[in-house]
């Protein structure tokens, strides 16, 4: 390729990063306006019923009413995702985090998938769910990456024929990480924050450029989300909306704070952890209580119906009994319903009707001073705690972000307010902003559940628009993941270690270095010479029992079947593909063969290559011969089979390895590393443990 040729290729990336900001902006903006939608038709429809009978009696009508209406949203939503596309199900990080990490997750990243996501996370949220629109569109920001670099559809069977360059796994992978942090930076507000999520939670290795690309992606979403909503909100041209999430702005005197506090806010930050450590023991027993009793799709809807039930009847329980009664003032509250209030609006129905809708703002928790009593966070804070580890894990679109960031804001209130009512010497001054602990509260609940810290430190900065409260929230973080990690892992990671995928962490476990290749490697290792039995490639490609997708080449067979010295390595795809254009030997010769194989045959066939199965290769042509010379990869990196266990784990994560070839002191295959080898060891209770992981 020219010179002319790479600047070309370099202002194509640029352009896909632009398209991806557009259009993940786009699908946020669409996910935010039929959301508000939708919940304002529901919130009409139990408004007039519970006035009604609220003057006649007989309130149990509104509340089957309210039910009714969250489990038939809820039941469309669940209904898509068990029977249509269940990869759909849940905020769809977890997923992005392993197909970031180099796992090739099924139908992660198709249009299929993306169509669910929207509406189901529509149908969660406008259902009345414990769950937020912020996690699922992190995925769909990730999905539109991988379709628009690709240049083609392969659901809708269109090829643009344009990117052609990209469509390889490095190339797609980079521009998940980009869309990933689009949906991060529409969701919150946050360029900075998507770009450092991207970072932290995702791509498997780095670089300058692609940092760059990522945060032009990043701004673009948010310029995007920006704009559509201003027109929408008919002030265009008015770009100061934060994104789908608002914690609300902090006055000069909210946003100060003294130095005794730091170890109070590090003292919440403890807290945090172990509610979120809490949280998330609850919910990976309720997990695997799922995955053992309710795996049949008809099951899975039922119990989502049955969780949107039980939180409306909360809700409206938590109404009816609360004698909470807040004035309505003006930009106070969205939605205001009064239950056995006059002249005002009941505060639990303000955080419970609300927020399933997602218009409650965070702000109220954080900066409006007196809006709640102390009795009113307590029961919202406990009943919104269980209803949140219940409803993460169902067959739901649903994040996890939301809910999270609700119940660490309600008691880190509680807690401000309490420390207020503590008598000091200066009887002006308030001791304690509680919105200021909200704050920290948010913080330290999320942190405790989702283990992020630098990433998440940067988001609530820049949610918040304000940077004096960076050093506290960065605590309260460090803290919250150093306690939690005591009891258990975070959210995410439960959730991948549940799934038995092959996930690699930054670092390998700390007691592995007297592990080394030899005792870690598969063995023995199926191997091809340069020049192949076609018939032996299919019989070997064809077995279900070695699932492998990584061949190493070798000189010859030493003794029949001991393989001889590495010559290169060769893919399960690229075999697939030549036996599909029957690339062998006697037809070369005999010029049968049209053309020659190029790159573009290869391109053309990812990501879906045709199985073994469908190929069809004669009789005769099984004892043709196949020369994998030219298309083998020559220099496949190697290691020594002495070689720790650490430095195996450090070339694997740097150079995004899928394999790596073991030899002895005369460069003969001993041994294969793959993804599986390396992920099965982990540091457990009991030292260094080996676990099963998923064949598929």
Not at 255 to 270: C, D, K, R, W
Not at 487 to 510: M, N, R, T
Request: net charge positive; aromatic share 10%.
């Amino acid at each position: 390729m020219s010179q002319m040729g790479f600047r070309l290729l370099e202002i194509s990336r640029w352009i896909v990063c632009a398209l991806i900001g557009i259009l993940t902006g786009l699908i946020a903006c669409f996910i935010d306006i039929v959301v508000e939608k939708l919940a304002g038709v529901k919130y009409d429809v139990v408004k007039k019923s519970i006035e009604k009978f609220t003057e006649v009696g007989g309130l149990s009508i509104s509340l089957i009413l309210w039910a009714a209406l969250n489990a038939i949203f809820v039941m469309f939503g669940s209904v898509i995702v068990a029977f249509f596309e269940p990869i759909a199900a849940g905020s769809g990080i977890p997923q992005i985090k392993c197909y970031l990490n180099g796992v090739k997750v099924p139908r992660v990243v198709r249009l299929k998938t993306l169509v669910v996501k929207v509406c189901g996370v529509i149908c969660s949220v406008a259902g009345g769910l414990a769950v937020g629109k912020e996690g699922p569109m992190i995925h769909s920001g990730a999905v539109v990456a991988a379709g628009i670099s690709q240049g083609r559809s392969t659901s809708l069977k269109r090829d643009f024929k344009i990117f052609e360059y990209f469509r390889r796994d490095t190339e797609k992978r980079d521009f998940v990480s980009a869309g990933a942090a689009a949906g991060v930076s529409a969701a919150f507000g946050a360029p900075v924050g998507g770009v450092l999520f991207s970072l932290e939670e995702g791509a498997s290795f780095w670089n300058q450029m692609l940092t760059w690309r990522i945060f032009f992606a990043s701004m673009i979403s948010t310029f995007t989300l920006n704009f559509f909503l201003s027109v929408y909100h008919h002030k265009p041209g008015d770009l100061s909306s934060p994104g789908l999430i608002n914690f609300g702005r902090f006055e000069s005197e909210s946003v100060e704070y003294s130095l005794y506090e730091i170890p109070i806010f590090i003292l919440m930050g403890a807290a945090g952890g172990a509610l979120g450590a809490l949280f998330n023991i609850l919910n990976y027993w309720l997990t695997i209580f799922r995955i053992r009793y309710i795996h049949r799709p008809c099951l899975q809807v039922m119990e989502a119906m049955l969780v949107a039930v039980v939180t409306a009847a909360v809700s409206f329980a938590m109404i009816y009994f609360s004698d909470d009664c807040q004035p309505i003032g003006e930009d106070r509250v969205e939605y205001p319903l009064q239950a056995r209030c006059r002249a005002a609006v009941n505060s639990l129905r303000h955080k419970t009707f609300s927020v399933e809708a997602l218009c409650f703002r965070l702000g109220q928790l954080m900066t409006f001073p007196g809006s709640y009593n102390p009795m009113t966070l307590g029961l919202f804070t406990l009943s919104y705690f269980f209803l949140a580890c219940w409803t993460y894990g169902l067959t739901v679109s649903a994040g996890v972000f939301i809910p999270t960031l609700l119940i660490g804001a309600a008691w880190g209130r509680l807690f401000g307010i309490c420390l207020a009512k503590m008598p000091t010497n200066d009887t002006g001054k308030i001791w304690a902003d509680p919105g200021k602990y909200a704050l920290i509260g948010a913080a330290a609940q999320l942190g405790g559940i989702v283990r992020m810290t630098l990433s998440l430190t940067v988001i609530m900065v820049e949610a918040t628009g304000n940077v004096t409260y960076g050093l506290p929230i960065m605590l309260v973080l460090m803290t919250s993941k150093i306690v939690g990690d005591y009891f258990i892992e975070g959210l995410y990671d439960i959730h991948i270690k549940l799934q038995s995928v092959p996930f690699l962490h930054w670092e390998a476990p700390a007691t592995s270095h007297s592990l080394t290749a030899r005792e870690v490697m598969s063995s023995p290792v199926t191997c091809f010479s340069r020049l192949e039995k076609v018939g032996t490639i299919v019989e070997i490609l064809s077995n279900t029992t070695m699932n492998h997708n990584g061949f190493p080449v070798v000189s010859e067979f030493t003794d029949g079947h001991v393989p001889g010295k590495i010559c290169g390595l060769i893919l399960r795809s690229q075999l697939i593909v030549l036996l599909k254009h029957k690339v062998f030997v006697e037809r070369a010769r005999s010029r049968l063969n049209r053309r020659t194989l190029q790159l573009k045959d290869f391109r053309d066939a990812y990501p879906r290559f045709p199985p073994i199965q469908s190929i069809h290769v004669s009789q005769d042509e099984r004892e043709c011969m196949m020369d994998l010379t030219e298309f083998m990869n020559p220099t496949p990196y190697t290691v020594p089979q002495e070689t720790s266990l650490p430095r195996v784990f450090k070339l694997f994560r740097a150079l995004g390895l899928r394999h790596l070839v073991v030899v002895d002191s005369e460069n003969m295959v001993v041994g294969l590393v793959t993804r599986k080898d390396l992920a099965r060891y982990h540091l457990g209770k009991h030292g260094l443990e080996e676990m099963q992981l998923s064949q598929t």
